[in-house]
């Protein structure tokens, strides 16, 4: 009675030890599989694309990239295997192909350029084009080309290039002399400071008129205040988390979970732009509504009077005023930031040079050197 008691205990037992089993095997089948799929160094062909290493089901070459660090050397690698010119990789749903080829750059950049003119969607790129209403990052399609015509025709132009040039030559006299001033005073010149409020302060001064957001000077020399600070760690955060890596945009479904903490950065960055950049904006543009209902005009001083006075079908303004915040933070804002650098080369070239600031320090003759930094800005 007491082996007939025990029977059913040893069969209800089996089917838990069949599943643990199953589950361990297929624990184990799953690491072989994902070893040997990193180690792969063959290269497979599919569907017409180029190619590439073979990826799993659904994460494609996703786990590869963050497991080869840095990727650029990890891709030149499968550049290598693949001959030299054209590699795919692929994470998750998106192909992403890699030229190394001059000829298939023209073929792409030149020939196919219609084709392969899209822009990604990602997070960073719609929350700081403010839903895609700018023409730097906007996907192709009549909202870019609306805003292309914008930026060729009317804020890149050499009429307002040349409008501006004296706010340009201001900065770059106010930049030289703030170096000359703390040449005397200690001798020493953080260029990393100088080259980021250099970019704050021209930024401001050509986009909103402005080199202070506040009525009070921060103090006799200029320097940056709190609000200049925040400004330009928030241009420079742009430019850093625009073409960043986050796994949300290869998975949209993850938009909220921000697993790689770049969404509550970036809503931070957008959250100091606004409220820097709205007040200014939002006035200039009731600046000008006011002008419009008068029939009256005014000289532009800035972009923002570019962007603000521009006319469309009826009298009304041709862009509106989220479309106007969008170009100020993405366009006008990575431009200056790009190009501002370049003029911080002149001035550490010259940084040992005692007769450049014998220069520097006569204004009769510092129009010369104004002009070099205004030509490389």
């Not at 070459?61 to 840095?70: D, E, R, T």
């Not at 930031?337 to 450049?356: E, K, N, P, Q, R």
């Amino acid at each position: 009675s007491n082996a007939t008691a025990t029977m059913p205990l040893v069969n209800a037992g089996a089917p838990a030890l069949a599943m643990l089993a199953a589950t361990a095997a297929t624990i184990v089948l799953l690491l072989a599989f994902l070893r040997r799929q990193s180690s792969k160094t063959t290269l497979s062909r599919r569907g017409g694309l180029p190619p590439g290493p073979a990826g799993l089901p659904v994460l494609g070459n996703m786990h590869q990239m963050l497991a080869n660090k840095p990727v650029f050397r990890w891709l030149h690698r499968l550049l290598e295997h693949a001959g030299g010119e054209i590699v795919r990789v692929r994470l998750g749903p998106v192909h992403v192909v890699v030229v190394a080829c001059p000829a298939m750059a023209r073929e792409v950049l030149r020939k196919n350029d219609a084709v392969f003119a899209d822009r990604p969607t990602t997070f960073a790129a719609e929350s700081f084009s403010v839903g895609y209403r700018s023409a730097s990052i906007s996907p192709y399609g009549d909202q870019w080309r609306k805003m292309r015509r914008v930026l060729t025709a009317e804020v890149l132009s050499p009429a307002t290039e040349h409008r501006l040039r004296g706010a340009r030559e201001e900065e770059a006299d106010h930049m030289l002399r703030w170096v000359h001033a703390q040449c005397n005073a200690c001798g020493i010149i953080d260029v990393r400071h100088l080259a980021r409020h250099f970019c704050g302060n021209l930024i401001r001064r050509l986009t909103l008129g402005r080199r202070h957001f506040r009525d009070q000077q921060p103090d006799a020399v200029g320097a940056p205040g709190p609000d200049e600070e925040e400004h330009v760690d928030a241009l420079f955060a742009v430019l850093s988390y625009l073409d960043a890596f986050a796994v949300s945009d290869y998975f949209p479904a993850l938009v909220g979970l921000d697993l790689d903490g770049h969404e509550k950065v970036i809503r931070g960055v957008m959250r100091t732009l606004n409220r820097l950049h709205d007040p200014v904006i939002e006035e200039r543009v009731e600046e000008w509504r006011l002008l419009r209902k008068a029939g009256e005009r005014r000289d532009v001083a800035d972009f923002l009077d570019v962007l603000a006075s521009l006319d469309g079908a009826g009298g009304r303004p041709l862009l509106t005023v989220e479309e106007i915040k969008a170009q100020a933070i993405v366009s006008n804002s990575l431009r200056l930031c790009a190009t501002a650098y370049s003029s911080i080369i002149l001035v550490v070239v010259y940084f040992h040079d005692a007769d450049f600031w014998d220069m520097v320090a006569r204004d009769a003759e510092i129009s010369h050197i104004r002009i070099c930094i205004t030509i490389a800005t």
